[in-house]
């Protein structure tokens, strides 16, 4: 008899039973899950990353002097816009109304910090566009800076809450 393991049956890190693949059919092909008969409710997703960047970027950065422009204006602009566009680059994303999105930059001594917040009253969430916001907004700024540094680096992208949806509220453990 094999032994009795209490995490049977249980996803690794959260402790609530496993759920079937919802993106494969019967079959076990990858399929676009039908939303259709789901009611539309209000849902957000956080998501936040970083840039690693040398010494000369971040006073590059802090004193408007990159050569390319402002490049945190640019990032922002740029998160949005792939917030906007999640669905063409993720096969299996819902096209969904993003009713809100919200990019916000912030130059640190070693580099910069970014989080995206998106919103919408939609049938599915936004995690994924939060998540495609803050790491285009950071493939931004690694371009707008790599004349001046290559090794620039990003770093960490990760979902830290979200809201609404049948699975209800979410936040990552600080």
Sequence with gaps: MAAHDENQGRSPNSGTPHQPFTHLDERGQARMVDVTEKTPTVRSATARGFVRCA??????????????????????????????????????????????????????????????????????????????????????????????????SIEKVELIRKTGGKSGDWHRES
Excluded at 102 to 127: F, M, N
């Design 55 to 152: 010494a000369h970027i971040v006073a590059a950065l802090r004193d408007g002097t990159a050569p390319k422009g402002d490049v945190l204006a640019v990032a922002r602009i740029a998160g949005i816009q792939a917030a906007k566009r999640t669905p063409e680059l993720l096969p299996l994303a819902h096209t969904i109304g993003v009713h809100g999105a919200a990019v916000e930059l912030e130059v640190r001594d070693d580099g910069v910090g970014i989080e995206a917040t998106v919103r919408t009253a939609d049938r599915t969430g936004v995690e994924m566009e939060a998540l495609t916001a803050v790491s285009v907004a950071a493939l931004t700024v690694v371009d707008m800076v790599k004349g001046l540094d290559k090794s620039t």
